[in-house]
């Protein structure tokens, strides 16, 4: 388990310089929501998680579900540096035949664990993977992002409650929670706020932590790995767009693709300016 | 063996599976007295999962188990398995590909009689079709479901079974004749002047209807279609070849369901007159026999079907 910082911090940029190209290049895709969980993708896939590139469906393996699967990008940017496929790959985004689909497919791309896209079914399906790790007497865990504004789906409240109901202790979901949704800000479209008042009340182990922080990311990972007998939620305040100036906090960048010179400031922020 | 109707054929079928091997899981939402089976529930609590009256989280729920190896049977009504949650069945179950299994109660007009419109299910069919993939099984009585549900057992894929509300007649009341996935079964040939294709719980009414055609002079040729998906294009293109007139006859509004595919089998390639029985409105609440009058759909609708087809006055 790695957990220097540092290095995590320079994967990090790496693979948000990764999105921000492969969206460029393949002219389509999602960058702002990427962005806001590269550290959450980050900290999982470098660090937290026990997965294996060279046997990617190891049974004992910990499972993860990009329940936003418009933010996959940075999952497809994750899984190329740790070699699943070629980053070569990364361009095809989007396009006729290529194995990186709009939103993940489980059947095409290597490393994905579940199909997702359609919104709100992260948690339930979650539930019952963590199920089927309960009744295999597994030692592994379920891990889940969500958006913020994918909670007005109300099969989230439905899993919510079956986590619960089927005690899923080694359930442990994200809210990437940057405020924003489709539309606008959350508090305008959905008034969704406060998230974690709402998890407390169906019973779930909250915490609310700064979901760019390592140090709090891995604090609050121990903290739902001790916790026994239910599920755990870690709302995780983010910034959409995280790391790419004008992309940062501007729902414009929900959908979008840079142009050749908005391409090359990002590249200066991500990779050429200070750690 | 048999049952007292068709969910407790499938409750009897399921109870063996779980005997046999506790990959096989049972998904309720809510659904456990719904789907007899409470003994199963009380004698294999480690195949049982709960989620409460939720059935896109049922849906997702087995999806999820399916990832880890499990085989999951998703058990209750149609419609809130192919309404309600049609968009986690498509896009988590058919699209990946998982070992999914659905079954869903109150299939027809005829499995929710009373309950009126909100529990009878005559889309479910359909809409599955739209959606590729997915396994489609219409058992006609309690032996078949009983069969059945061990064949989508042993299919590696999305399969969907509908049954009805436990009060079915009993069609095949001697030798059960074997259910083989994928295939249509001939149950009368009495010649070639109509065909009749039809499957699920009003297949006692089209063998009674065959009975008179026959009494009549109009021979029919009775074709069980039990299974939508893979249907059995060749041998119904057989049938429609030799009789040249057909009847589809069925539980399903008219669009959608066997129906229309028959219609899609003749119009590719396989002419024949053809007129479809069945539900193209919004029925309600009655006793199966009254409702199958008062939407035209009983046997005596058959036999005025075939004789117009045969121009008899």
């Known amino acids: 388990m790695n957990r220097n910082i540092q290095e995590l911090i320079k994967i990090a940029r790496e693979l948000r310089f990764d999105v921000v190209d492969m969206v460029y ?63 070569d790959l990364l361009p095809t985004l989007r396009t006729c035949d290529s194995i990186l689909q709009g939103h993940p497919c489980m059947k095409k791309t290597v490393g994905i664990d579940m199909t997702s896209g359609s919104l709100g079914n992260g948690v339930a399906i979650g539930t019952g993977m963590e199920i089927a790790r309960q009744r295999d007497n597994g030692s592994w865990y379920t891990y889940v992002i969500t958006g913020d504004g994918e909670l007005n789906e109300g099969v989230i409240w439905e899993g919510a409650l079956a ?24 508090d305008q479209i959905s008034g969704i706020n406060p998230i974690a008042d709402k998890w407390r009340a169906f019973r779930w182990h909250v915490q609310e932590i700064d979901g760019h922080d390592y140090e709090q990311i891995f604090a609050a990972i121990d903290a739902a790995k001790k916790e026994k007998g239910k599920p755990s939620v870690i709302v995780c305040k983010t910034i959409k767009g995280k790391g790419v100036s004008y992309m940062e906090d501007n729902n414009a960048w929900h959908k979008g693709v840079p142009t050749t010179e908005q391409w090359e400031i990002a590249k200066k922020e991500l990779l050429g300016g200070n750690m | 063996m048999s049952y007292k109707g068709t969910r407790e054929a499938f409750a009897a079928a399921l109870m063996e599976l779980c005997e046999k091997d506790k990959k096989y899981q049972i998904i309720s939402a809510d659904s456990v007295k719904a789907a007899r089976i409470v003994e199963l ?46 968009e986690q069945v498509r896009t988590f179950v058919a699209y990946p590909g998982l070992n999914v299994k659905f079954v869903g109660f109150n299939a027809g007009m005829l499995g929710g009689e009373r309950e009126g419109v909100t529990h009878q299910f005559y889309e479910d069919i359909g809409i599955l079709r739209s959606i590729p993939d997915i396994t489609i099984v219409c058992p006609s009585d309690d032996t078949q479901t009983y069969q059945a549900t061990k064949a989508i057992a042993n299919v590696n894929g999305p399969c969907y079974m509908r049954i009805g509300n436990n009060r079915e007649p009993r069609v095949f009341t001697e030798d059960v004749p074997e259910f083989e996935l994928g295939k249509i079964r001939i149950l009368n040939d009495y010649g070639n002047d109509v065909a009749i294709f039809t499957y699920g719980f009003l297949t006692d009414r089209a063998i009674k209807a065959a009975e008179i055609l026959k009494k009549i002079g109009i021979g029919v040729t009775l074709v069980e279609v039990h299974t939508i998906r893979p249907l059995d294009v060749m041998g119904i293109s057989v049938v429609l070849r030799k009789c040249g007139k057909a009847i589809t006859y069925e539980d399903h509004n008219i669009n959608g369901a066997l129906g229309s595919a028959v219609s899609e089998i003749i119009a590719e390639g396989c002419p024949a007159k053809l007129i479809r029985i069945g539900l193209n409105e919004f029925p309600g609440s009655g006793t199966p026999d009254d409702l199958m009058k008062r939407y035209n759909m009983d046997t005596d609708d058959i036999v005025k079907a075939a004789r117009a087809l045969c121009e008899k006055k």
């Open chain 2, 41 to 86: 529930v009380e004698k294999y609590p480690e195949c049982y999962v709960e989620v409460g009256i939720a059935e896109q989280c049922a849906v997702d729920v087995a999806a999820g188990l399916a990832t880890v190896g499990k085989v999951p049977f998703v058990a209750t009504y149609c419609g809130f398995i192919t309404m309600r949650a049609c």
């Open chain 1, 25 to 87: 290049k393949s002219k389509d895709g999602h960058p702002g929501p990427a962005l806001s969980i590269g550290d959450l993708v980050t900290a999982l896939y470098f660090s937290e998680m026990n997965i294996d590139s060279k046997n990617p469906k190891k049974p004992g393996r910990d499972r993860f579900i990009l329940s936003k699967g418009h933010a996959c990008p940075i999952i497809y940017a994750a899984l190329a540096k740790l070699n699943y496929f070629s980053n």
């Open chain 1, 163 to 186: 986590a619960v109901r089927n005690k899923c202790e080694n359930l442990i979901v994200f809210i990437d929670f940057n405020n924003n949704q489709s539309g606008g800000h959350t």
